[in-house]
Each structure stands twice: as C-alpha cells, then as structure tokens.
DNA sequence: CATTCTTACGTACTGCGTAAGAATG
DNA sequence: CATTCTTACGCAGTACGTAAGAATG
C-alpha cells in the first residue's frame, strides 16, 4: 500500500527538481529518496519519472501522481494543525532551560510560544544542564534547552542556535594594553568556572586542558549567577556570556578581555527524549529553531528581551 | 507523523467497534491494532477512545479522527483506481495454472479479469505445481493457481479454495455394493497417481502413508490428461477432480467410487512473488479470492464453465 | 570529468507477534 | 469468570546509510 513517505519523497523530488534536493529536505539520503519513489512506481506499475536525462524530470502520471500527493500531504497536515489547534489545544508543557536561557532567551520564548499556542501553558525550570538531563529522563520536563553535550541515543537533539560567551573581570583587575592578551596570562589569575554539572563548564574544561591552560586556581560555582556576582566584586576572571551582563559591561561594572585564541562558542540546542511522540513538542522544538533567533538573541542584553 | 496504518487501525476500530474485530480485518494482532491507535493517540495528545469501559468508545475527537481518516484512506484507494484504471491499464499478466485449473476455473477467472481489467491480457501457462513455482522464482509467470504446498518465505500465498477429488475407475472395474468401500479395498488395485511434481501428488502420498495405504502398484503420470485418459481405460483406480470429469462420469464413462475414508480435499492457493509491489496482481489475487467462487466452480464441469 | 541517479550490501531499528497482566461487567 | 484491551519482551523484516556503479551532458 501506498505510504505517505512515498508521497512525501515523489513530493519533493517533483517539488525541489531533484532527488538529491529531496532528500536534504527530508533529512535522508539519495539512496533512500530514490528507493521509496520506486516502491511507488512499482505500486502503480508506472513510470513516475524519466530516467533517461540526467536531471529528475516527472512523467505526465508522475505529474498526476504529484498533484495526488501534494492534495493528500496537505490534508494529513491540516489534520495535525486541527488537533494541535491553537484556540483549542489546552496543555502544560514543562521546559527545563539552564540559567543563561533564562536570563535571556526565555521570555521571547515564552511568548513566540504564546503568540502560537495560546491556551498552552510553559512551566519553566531552571537547573544545571546535568540536573535537567536528569529530570528529562524521569519525565519531569518535557523538553530543555542547554548546551549541547549530548551523545546519548535515548535524546533528540536539535540544535537551535550558539551562545557567545567572553572573558571579563572587574574593570582594571587585568592590566592589558591595545594588544590582545594571550590566555596563558590568564593562568596567573583566579579563574571563576561553571562545575561539571554545566554542558558549559564540561565543554571549557575540556578546551581548556586542550589548550594548556592548567589554573591552581579554579574556583567552581553552579550558579552562573553567582559567578556573575563573583566576578563583579573583583574575585577572578571568568568567561561569561555577554547576553546576560551586558548592562553591567555598558554600565562599567565588568570589562570585556580581549583574549586570544579566543573561546569557542556554546552549541545549545533543545533535547527532548528520543521516545516523544508528542506533535506539539516537535512544534515547539520547531519554534525554538526557527522563529526565535538564539544565536542574535544571545547576543542582546537581559533589558532588550523584555 | 501520522501514517496511513494508524489511520487504517483507528477507522476499523471504530468502525467495527472493537480492537479486536479491526485487528482480524487488518489480518494482524490485537496488540499491533492497540499500539497503532496508542501512536495516533500520542501524535494527536488526544484520547482517542474511552478506555473505561471493555468496548472501544470513541471519544469525540475519535470520531473527528474517524472522518478524517476515512476521508484519508477513501482519496488513497481513489488515487490507487485511477493508477489502475481499467480502461488505461494496458498489460500483460503471466499466470500459471495446472491442468485441473485449466480445464475449469481458467476460462471464468479470466473472464472476470476481462470484466475488470479490459485492457489486461493474461497469458496462462500450464504445467505442473513444481514447475510453475521454479518459473515463479524464475520470473517467467506474475502468478499461480496451484495446490497449496509452499511453505516458502519467498511466496505470498492466498488461499482461494479447495478441490474436491474422488475415486474413479471404469464402470464396473471395482465390483461394490450399496456399503462404502474401506479404503484398503483398493490397496490390491492398480493406483494412477499423479507424480511429486504435483502439489496434489505430494498431498495425497502423505496421507496414504498416513492411512496405511502401500499399494506395490503406484502408477505415476505427470498429467491429469494421460490418468484420465488411463483411469476411462480401465488401466485403474485413480482419484480426479470431480470437475474435470463430470461430463464423462454422466456419460457413464467413468464410475465415482464410494470409499472411506473420505479423499481430503485438496486447497488451492493464488502464489505469488512474497516482493512482488505490484497492486495489479494484488486486485486479481483479490478477485479469484472473492468473485470467482473458486470451490464451487470446482464441482463444476468443464462444459459448465463455458 | 563532474554530476546525478541506481544498485548492492551490511546494519540498525521499527514494528510485530506471543504471552502475560489488568480491568470490566 | 470470561472477554477485552494493555504491557513487556524477543525477534524478524523493513528500511536505511555507505559506497560503488552506471549514465549523461
């Protein structure tokens, strides 16, 4: 029997003139595109495209066949839309996001997610990338947004954009001329970090010892805000996202190092569990993708947010 | 995403009102019918059914789904008659048959075809049970009527009948009053059997050793023609489909024994290809399956069935 | 000769069936 | 207590991805 994954890759072929096109949007290979258009053809016993040139070219039935799909899809589609119907979807959806996220990202998340569903209702959490880890495996939340340090099967991962963090200090701490400092002048310094719990201070720890930077002095905080405090009374260096401090920068509470090489940046990402079946989570994830701009929205301020 | 067999599962369940009687029409289990409404029940967040009481209600939204999905499967079997069009379908079918089919049911099975598929023309083939499946496997025919003796992985085999076959001989060769004869009785006869090629012929060898019949005089033909043509001699005693000699058992040609136990009959299949993908051969599977009265037509004669 | 689709093959995983469990009337 | 649906688990068949092959312009 006919399937709609049949349909959607007859769909896309004709669509995006290509099976190679295809299969990209539908996140697949050629090789599978290219099988289930001839599952298809050998169900109608018809030729749905023309072989002979190099480019895809759809016969009339494959034509016929397309229009066919595309009326189907869109039913299938209108369907979903009719059960996750905004006006009448009345649900809670439990978001673990870490406390960067909350600082920032949140709140236009939140509404973009308001703006979309209504009647659903967010409860956010707040807790360490390993804490939220930990509950999306209890069931406990139903979806969170932190760094990407996930190489576990029973996860979906969808990255969903980068966070920008930087060096800084209480103005002065650090003398440093026009040239940039080299991070090994660092290493003199107190060095404020997230602890393991974070997929922030996971992924640094690791660049660190990548680049040679062995501190006696890292002090350890699971609380990005008490870092922040820390650091704003003169304790140590640390690698803050600019996101959330960038009043106190522009107050002139905290000084931007200027270090090389300078720090990557942190892959975050919205993880579900990999068993969810939910549509309106894979929305939501969707949402968090495509409409709410994590990457330029980690680079603004705390006060642009709201 | 919601696919078409959760939508099949969910139809058939309300439709017929019970997990159980959709799962015997979707010839699967209890369970995978269950887990197919669970998935569209996970997909949509909706209760789909009320699962208080011991029948499947649906609930609301189950009905909404009901329609939907009816509407669904409704365009896809449309879409799959328009690909099978009969008045467009122009092709050729290979079908294999055996002697008995032949001089029977043939001609009214591919009258019916015409009936369904004018532009459909069938090519039939006719040999014996063994060889018809080695031109399967070969590819050389699409389909076979035969015997039901595979118990092979590489076949599909639908079940469209069963042959009724008797004991023949000559008028008089077997001298017996109005008792039934036990079947030892022919042990002391000359037997004209059809041979191992024949999915009837290996049949009936396993249940003559199964009734403690060994006859030292097996006479082995591999065709229906030459042991009528022997049994009307008077050459022995043989078992034939009462279909294909009626006429010559009205003519007084040929006499019908009454013996016990009882001849099994012998069920005959449609087989095909278990990767064959093509939704033609699937409809006239369908139609010897359903319209053709296969057993009945197979207590007919070959005059009959013209 | 590069690009595009097909084919072949090994693997991973989804979905199935069996059988036991829970709930209902 | 029988019937009906759910749950758990092991297995099998499907469908996928990789990589090599064929064909085209």
Redesign the interface.
Same mark, same amino acid.
């Given at each position: 029997?006919?399937?709609?994954k049949q349909m959607e890759a007859l769909y896309w072929v004709v669509k995006l003139g290509g099976f190679s096109q295809a299969a990209h949007k539908l996140h697949t290979t050629q090789s599978a595109v290219s099988k289930r258009v001839q599952?298809l053809e +050998? !169900?109608?016993?018809?030729a749905l495209f023309d072989r002979s040139l190099r480019v895809a070219r759809p016969t009339d &039935?494959g034509r016929?066949?397309y229009v +066919?799909a595309e009326?189907?899809l869109r039913? =299938?589609e209108e !369907?979903?839309q =009719?059960? !996750?119907d905004p006006e009448v979807q009345e649900?809670r959806i439990r978001i673990g996001v870490t406390e960067v996220t909350a600082m920032t990202w949140l709140p236009r998340f939140v509404d973009e997610i308001n703006k979309c569903f209504p009647k659903v209702i967010i409860d956010p959490e707040v807790d360490s990338g390993a804490m939220l880890r930990d509950k999306l495996l209890a069931d406990e939340i139903d979806l969170m947004i932190a760094a990407d340090s996930f190489r576990d099967a029973r996860f979906n991962v969808t990255p969903i954009g980068k966070l920008r963090l930087d060096w800084m200090c209480r103005p002065g701490l650090v003398t440093h001329g026009a040239k940039p400092l080299r991070i090994q002048a660092l290493q003199e310094r107190r060095i404020l970090t997230q602890g393991p719990q974070s997929g922030t201070g996971i992924l640094f720890h690791d660049w660190f010892q990548a680049h040679g930077l062995k501190s006696a002095e890292f002090v350890v905080s699971n609380s990005l805000v008490a870092l922040i405090g820390l650091t704003l009374s003169g304790f140590g260096v640390s690698y803050l996202p600019i996101a959330a401090v960038r009043p106190m920068v522009e107050a002139g509470l905290l000084e931007v190092l200027n270090v090389r090489p300078a720090l990557p940046e942190a892959p975050y990402a919205a993880v579900a569990r990999h068993d969810h &079946?939910? +549509? !309106?989570i894979t929305s939501v994830i969707r949402l968090a993708q495509q409409n709410c701009d994590f990457t330029r929205l980690f680079q603004t301020t705390l006060a642009d947010s709201h």
């Open positions: 029997m006919i399937t709609f599952e +050998a !169900l109608v016993d018809t &039935k016929e066949m +066919a009326r189907l039913e =299938r !369907l979903m =009719r059960f !996750l649900r &079946k939910d +549509a !309106l």
